[in-house]
């Protein structure tokens, strides 16, 4: 074979054994055991079923109580339910185990040591507050979290991953003082190997590179990958490393996509290190992600972000020394950012806020555009609402699906319910839409990880920029317009023309979509 057409190819995964085996074993050994009680000792298996529903009831009741969402909730009950024994311990491995308590005390002293770094300029509020008083509470609420809002910053969207790389290893060519690089996932092939060759071109001219990446890549990326960094000079780290004994915080991936140079340019979207993403082959089709550039003032809050993972049980680093540039950028334009991260040990759901935030307020217009698609009750009702007061709600998803189909299955259970109410549902045909992306009323945007399911608004670590921007929102609603001609429109009766078993598969999934 051709070297080119080598190049080309999806890269090969190495298997290994991996933690959810562990889980899976659990849930093995309580079948054996029901089998072994009904058969060794089927004269006391009414009493034995008598207590499993009694701590079962205790169970739910101890659930209703919590704070979780209603769904999230019920998908717990109903797996105690059906297996009290197995789902009651998965229940206190995920939820009372100190793993996520430890994780987020050092969050917050991350958090706590970054502060004062990251203060908000009250011109650039009152300026906000000027154009609209009902945006300025949502900057207040995000600034109550740590993540100001900025002018003096110019943003550059991209429609297509491979139009982000091009000008991604333009900047990182440039790079002088240092490189922050933070991904979800790297995969071999031309775009990781440009990465690490520019990476270790530059480490050995003395710009210092840090590269953060979450840890379920040791499953799949050869190691002489990372060894290659490392000996170029690269610091690596891999946040949250999965290994053999299986910990609370496994589920907490670390899902964002960040780059960082010399703290002038910053880079995230949709887009991971691997070829697909580019468009160099065709995983599920003609892949559509999107990502922005951002240079100026508004950086310093991505810095920020990639110090606190990377310090996160250390203080080798301190703030000052990353944050000395000064910024040329300077705007008279009436644009804002706010660049913020989705923290899951804090429970603010902030991703899943931002987004109902901008769907209630919403007078004419709201586009969403994401891969998966499994929403809480108060996200569900927010669409309705929307869609019930006549805002034009447009979902765009992908037509061909990911993981075997099963996620597409899952966001297609919600469609007749959705499209009862007005909200209208694209797919993509060409192939499969990784972006994550909010357009509305020719102002609001925001581009960033953050997908519309449990695990980016529950369990993932995310990030994502909100802007307010005429220029840029005019510029996203014109690229999904063009992208609405090639999608599918699935009205109610669309719907019934999928497969029936899909339909009903979809719906049994949706009962435990938001533990997965």
Same mark, same amino acid.
């Given at each position: 074979m051709p070297e080119s057409e080598k190049n080309n190819m999806p890269p090969k995964k190495r298997l290994k054994i991996i933690p959810v085996l562990f889980i899976a074993g659990f849930f093995i050994i309580?079948? &054996?055991?029901? !089998?072994?009680?009904?058969?060794?000792?089927?004269?006391?298996?009414?009493?034995?079923?008598?207590?499993?529903?009694?701590?079962?009831?205790?169970?739910?009741?101890?659930?209703?109580?919590?704070?979780?969402?209603?769904? /999230?909730?019920?998908?717990?009950?109903?797996?105690?339910?059906?297996?009290?024994?197995? $789902?009651?311990?998965?229940?206190?491995?995920?939820?009372?185990? %100190? $793993?996520?308590r430890i994780v987020s005390r050092l /969050?917050?002293?991350?958090?706590? /040591? *970054?502060? %004062?770094?990251?203060?908000?300029?009250?011109?650039?509020?009152?300026?906000?507050?000027? !154009?609209?008083?009902?945006?300025?509470?949502? *900057?207040?609420? &995000?600034?109550?979290?740590?993540f100001p809002v900025f002018s003096n910053t110019e943003v550059k969207y991209f429609e297509l991953g491979e139009n982000l790389f091009e000008d991604m290893f333009e900047d990182l060519e440039k790079a002088e003082d240092f490189i922050f690089m933070e991904f979800f996932i790297l995969s071999p092939g031309q775009i990781?190997?440009?990465?690490?060759?520019?990476?270790?071109?530059?480490?050995?001219?003395?710009?210092?590179?840090?590269?953060?990446?979450?840890?379920?890549?040791?499953?799949?990326?050869?190691k002489k990958v990372i060894k290659r960094l490392e000996k170029a000079g690269v610091e690596c780290r891999a946040y949250s490393p999965v290994n053999a004994i299986l910990t609370t915080v496994h589920n907490n991936r670390?899902?964002?996509?960040?780059?960082? /140079?010399?703290?002038?340019? *910053?880079?995230?979207?949709g887009v991971n290190l691997a070829d697909e993403y580019a468009n160099i082959y065709q995983k599920y089709g003609h892949w559509l992600d999107t990502g922005v550039r951002l240079e100026g003032e508004a950086v310093k809050s991505f810095t920020l972000m990639v110090i606190e993972l990377w310090n996160l049980r250390d203080d080798n680093d301190t703030h000052p020394e990353y944050l000395k540039?000064?910024?040329?950028?300077?705007?008279?334009?009436?644009?804002? @950012?706010?660049?913020?991260?989705?923290?899951?040990?804090?429970?603010?759901?902030?991703?899943?806020?931002?987004?109902?935030?901008?769907?209630?307020?919403?007078?004419?217009?709201?586009?969403? *555009?994401?891969?998966?698609?499994?929403?809480?009750?108060?996200?569900?009702?927010?669409?309705?609402?929307?869609?019930?007061? $006549?805002?034009?709600?447009?979902?765009?998803? %992908?037509?061909?699906?990911?993981?075997?189909?099963?996620?597409?299955?899952?966001?297609? @259970?919600?469609y007749n319910e959705l499209s009862k109410k007005g909200v209208k549902i694209y797919e993509y045909k060409p192939g499969f839409v990784h972006a994550k992306t909010v357009v509305s009323d020719n102002i609001t945007?925001?581009?960033?990880?953050?997908?519309?399911?449990?695990?980016?608004?529950?369990?993932?670590?995310?990030?994502?920029?909100?802007?307010?921007?005429?220029?840029?929102?005019?510029?996203?609603?014109?690229?999904?317009?063009r992208i609405l001609g090639k999608c599918i429109l699935v009205t109610q009766r669309e719907y019934k023309k999928f497969n029936l078993p899909s339909r009903i598969t979809g719906r049994v999934l949706r009962l435990f979509a938001p533990l997965m």
């Amino acid at each position: 074979m051709p070297e080119s057409e080598k190049n080309n190819m999806p890269p090969k995964k190495r298997l290994k054994i991996i933690p959810v085996l562990f889980i899976a074993g659990f849930f093995i050994i309580q079948i &054996l055991a029901y !089998l072994l009680l009904f058969i060794r000792h089927f004269r006391f298996i009414d009493i034995t079923i008598s207590s499993w529903l009694v701590i079962s009831l205790i169970f739910a009741v101890f659930i209703v109580n919590t704070d979780e969402d209603s769904n /999230i909730k019920i998908s717990w009950v109903l797996l105690a339910l059906v297996f009290p024994v197995f $789902g009651i311990l998965l229940y206190i491995f995920f939820h009372l185990l %100190p $793993g996520q308590r430890i994780v987020s005390r050092l /969050i917050k002293r991350r958090k706590r /040591i *970054a502060r %004062p770094y990251n203060m908000q300029n009250e011109d650039v509020l009152f300026n906000l507050e000027q !154009l609209d008083k009902r945006k300025k509470q949502t *900057a207040d609420y &995000l600034y109550k979290l740590g993540f100001p809002v900025f002018s003096n910053t110019e943003v550059k969207y991209f429609e297509l991953g491979e139009n982000l790389f091009e000008d991604m290893f333009e900047d990182l060519e440039k790079a002088e003082d240092f490189i922050f690089m933070e991904f979800f996932i790297l995969s071999p092939g031309q775009i990781l190997d440009r990465v690490i060759e520019i990476l270790s071109r530059k480490a050995k001219d003395g710009v210092r590179v840090k590269f953060l990446y979450d840890g379920t890549n040791t499953f799949f990326l050869p190691k002489k990958v990372i060894k290659r960094l490392e000996k170029a000079g690269v610091e690596c780290r891999a946040y949250s490393p999965v290994n053999a004994i299986l910990t609370t915080v496994h589920n907490n991936r670390d899902h964002r996509k960040i780059l960082v /140079i010399d703290n002038k340019i *910053a880079y995230t979207g949709g887009v991971n290190l691997a070829d697909e993403y580019a468009n160099i082959y065709q995983k599920y089709g003609h892949w559509l992600d999107t990502g922005v550039r951002l240079e100026g003032e508004a950086v310093k809050s991505f810095t920020l972000m990639v110090i606190e993972l990377w310090n996160l049980r250390d203080d080798n680093d301190t703030h000052p020394e990353y944050l000395k540039t000064s910024h040329s950028v300077k705007s008279d334009k009436l644009s804002f @950012s706010i660049p913020f991260s989705e923290n899951p040990h804090a429970k603010d759901w902030v991703g899943e806020t931002v987004y109902i935030d901008i769907i209630c307020q919403a007078k004419d217009y709201v586009y969403i *555009a994401s891969p998966y698609f499994t929403i809480s009750e108060r996200m569900a009702g927010a669409l309705k609402m929307a869609a019930g007061m $006549g805002v034009d709600v447009k979902l765009i998803f %992908p037509h061909i699906g990911d993981h075997g189909g099963f996620p597409k299955m899952v966001a297609r @259970s919600y469609y007749n319910e959705l499209s009862k109410k007005g909200v209208k549902i694209y797919e993509y045909k060409p192939g499969f839409v990784h972006a994550k992306t909010v357009v509305s009323d020719n102002i609001t945007s925001l581009v960033g990880t953050i997908n519309m399911d449990y695990r980016s608004f529950y369990l993932h670590h995310e990030n994502a920029v909100l802007f307010y921007d005429e220029d840029l929102a005019g510029k996203i609603k014109e690229h999904w317009d063009r992208i609405l001609g090639k999608c599918i429109l699935v009205t109610q009766r669309e719907y019934k023309k999928f497969n029936l078993p899909s339909r009903i598969t979809g719906r049994v999934l949706r009962l435990f979509a938001p533990l997965m």
